[in-house]
């Protein structure tokens, strides 16, 4: 079967021009999945002049292979948000997140992308302590939430949180309506940047100010994101003739399974584990679909690929201290469609000096002592002291080889290669010799 998403194969992809020659523009944005489009959607609408450079095909990443649920419910975080950052700054989040709903609702009134509400739910298969603080603290900073016990899904729960008029839609079809007419560059790659000069590998582009939207920030001398964030694998089957949910559901376990549904196919997704690592992937999703959809057929299969950092919380604004007019949005923890639409109102904001009120939420130069910054840096340090090949060029981290999809991937910061080293993802830049 060919490992292909549902959004990919029921679209029909845009093109568009490689550069040609040195370029100048007010603002570059460098990376075409939706944090990028939506970002140059949001210049344009502005009047500011900006230019959006992709290395490959624009969506032809991360994008294409969401599974698209515009929700504000992340996973069970806003009871931790509260005991961690406090009540001002967990409702900040969640009101930045519900205003990323309702500008998606306005944008798909005009873009035929099978936008549906839905309600979204976060289960628990043994916790219901845990659901009902998140109800709790959902309430407590101006959300609605409801704790359910009677779930649609094939495995016993102790119940779930349920949050309402949630969404989901096709992704391809939404940004390739949206793309249509912003200036975009593909096959244009961006190897370096010095300054405010972005160095391609078909010229040079001169920017007053630069956004870095390529998923996993590639410019290491800058923000440290080697080292406060990491990136996860997991995986998604799409079945037809199994059951409709009616809704959303995603497990609490980050080892846990996803449900949605699409034109008549259940998109069913778990098997996870950091990159670079192993993990249940497609074959733990096939061996629950046959014990508990026996009467389905699988008709796609596909992988994603999520940057995770240290509390939840994406990194939008400013690369570094240092770095005035370089700006970055990454991090999304999985939950990509809302936080690239927060990342697009936040960054047109600075890149044009506006104040923002969500910018100190998700300042990427925040406090980041967490206690998974050790057990981040023990992994990348592990992989770095590895005395094995083949070694990936970004920093230097032993690969692993992940079976199921037949690539070389990284263990310390996600970068992924097919085995003659053609570069995948990000963060590395090209492909290069890697023994």
Same mark, same amino acid.
């Given at each position: 079967? &060919?490992?292909?998403?549902?959004?990919?194969?029921?679209?029909? =992809?845009?093109?568009?021009?490689?550069?040609?020659? *040195?370029?100048?523009?007010?603002?570059?944005?460098?990376?075409?999945?939706?944090?990028?489009?939506?970002?140059?959607? =949001?210049?344009?609408?502005?009047?500011?002049?900006?230019?959006?450079?992709?290395?490959?095909?624009?969506?032809?990443?991360?994008?294409?292979?969401?599974?698209?649920?515009?929700?504000?419910?992340?996973?069970?975080?806003?009871?931790?948000?509260?005991?961690?950052?406090?009540?001002?700054?967990?409702?900040?989040?969640?009101?930045?997140?519900?205003? %990323?709903?309702?500008?998606? =609702?306005?944008?798909?009134?005009?873009?035929?992308?099978?936008?549906?509400?839905?309600?979204?739910?976060?289960?628990?298969?043994?916790?219901?302590?845990?659901?009902?603080?998140?109800?709790?603290?959902?309430?407590?900073?101006?959300? &609605?939430?409801?704790?359910?016990? *009677?779930?649609?899904?094939?495995?016993?729960? %102790?119940?779930?949180?349920?949050?309402? =008029?949630?969404?989901?839609?096709?992704?391809?079809?939404?940004?390739?309506?949206?793309?249509?007419?912003?200036?975009?560059?593909?096959?244009?790659?961006?190897?370096?940047?010095?300054?405010?000069?972005?160095?391609?590998?078909?010229?040079?582009?001169?920017?007053?100010?630069?956004?870095?939207?390529?998923?996993?920030?590639?410019?290491?001398?800058?923000?440290?994101?080697?080292?406060?964030?990491?990136?996860?694998?997991?995986?998604?089957?799409?079945?037809?003739?199994?059951?409709?949910?009616?809704?959303?559901? @995603? *497990?609490?376990?980050?080892?846990?399974?996803?449900?949605?549904?699409?034109?008549?196919?259940?998109?069913?997704?778990?098997?996870?584990?950091?990159?670079?690592?192993?993990?249940?992937?497609?074959?733990?999703?096939?061996?629950?679909?046959?014990?508990?959809?026996? &009467?389905?057929?699988?008709?796609?299969?596909?992988?994603?690929?999520?940057?995770?950092?240290?509390?939840? @919380?994406?990194?939008?604004?400013?690369?570094?201290?240092?770095?005035?007019?370089?700006?970055? %949005?990454?991090?999304?923890?999985?939950?990509?469609?809302?936080?690239?639409?927060?990342?697009?109102?936040?960054?047109?904001?600075?890149?044009?000096?506006?104040?923002?009120?969500?910018?100190?939420?998700?300042?990427?130069?925040?406090?980041?002592?967490?206690?998974?910054?050790?057990?981040?840096?023990?992994?990348?340090?592990?992989?770095?002291?590895?005395?094995?090949?083949?070694?990936?060029?970004?920093?230097?981290?032993?690969?692993?080889?992940?079976?199921?999809?037949?690539?070389? *991937?990284?263990?310390?910061?996600?970068?992924?290669?097919?085995?003659?080293?053609?570069?995948?993802?990000?963060?590395?830049?090209?492909?290069?010799?890697?023994?």
């Amino acid at each position: 079967m &060919e490992i292909n998403s549902v959004w990919s194969d029921t679209v029909d =992809r845009p093109h568009f021009a490689v550069q040609e020659g *040195d370029l100048k523009t007010d603002v570059l944005v460098i990376g075409g999945g939706m944090t990028g489009i939506l970002c140059a959607h =949001r210049l344009r609408r502005a009047g500011v002049s900006c230019l959006l450079v992709e290395a490959d095909r624009i969506c032809g990443g991360i994008t294409k292979n969401t599974t698209a649920k515009i929700t504000v419910q992340h996973g069970l975080i806003y009871d931790r948000m509260l005991r961690r950052f406090g009540e001002e700054r967990a409702r900040m989040y969640l009101t930045s997140q519900m205003s %990323a709903l309702d500008e998606y =609702r306005t944008l798909c009134r005009e873009v035929d992308c099978n936008f549906e509400e839905r309600d979204s739910y976060v289960y628990s298969t043994g916790d219901r302590p845990k659901l009902e603080r998140e109800v709790t603290a959902i309430r407590r900073i101006g959300g &609605e939430a409801t704790y359910e016990q *009677d779930l649609p899904l094939p495995l016993r729960t %102790a119940g779930a949180v349920c949050i309402p =008029r949630q969404a989901q839609f096709h992704p391809l079809k939404f940004a390739y309506a949206i793309a249509a007419d912003l200036p975009i560059l593909e096959n244009t790659r961006v190897v370096e940047v010095r300054g405010n000069v972005a160095i391609t590998n078909r010229g040079r582009i001169r920017a007053e100010r630069i956004i870095v939207a390529t998923h996993f920030p590639f410019i290491n001398k800058h923000g440290g994101y080697f080292f406060k964030m990491y990136q996860h694998r997991s995986y998604v089957l799409g079945l037809e003739g199994a059951p409709d949910v009616d809704g959303m559901y @995603v *497990d609490e376990a980050s080892t846990g399974l996803s449900f949605r549904s699409y034109g008549g196919l259940l998109l069913f997704g778990g098997g996870g584990h950091r990159t670079g690592k192993q993990g249940g992937g497609w074959q733990e999703l096939s061996d629950f679909a046959v014990r508990h959809y026996p &009467e389905a057929r699988e008709v796609y299969r596909w992988a994603t690929q999520d940057c995770v950092t240290l509390d939840d @919380v994406p990194y939008i604004g400013r690369y570094a201290k240092g770095t005035p007019n370089l700006y970055v %949005a990454t991090g999304y923890n999985k939950w990509g469609m809302t936080s690239s639409m927060v990342a697009a109102s936040l960054l047109a904001d600075l890149v044009q000096d506006r104040e923002n009120p969500y910018a100190e939420v998700y300042d990427p130069s925040r406090r980041m002592l967490r206690p998974r910054l050790a057990s981040h840096a023990l992994e990348t340090t592990v992989s770095l002291l590895m005395p094995t090949a083949p070694r990936c060029p970004h920093m230097g981290c032993a690969l692993k080889y992940n079976r199921q999809e037949h690539t070389w *991937d990284c263990p310390c910061h996600g970068s992924r290669f097919e085995r003659d080293g053609t570069l995948i993802d990000n963060p590395a830049t090209g492909d290069k010799p890697f023994q």
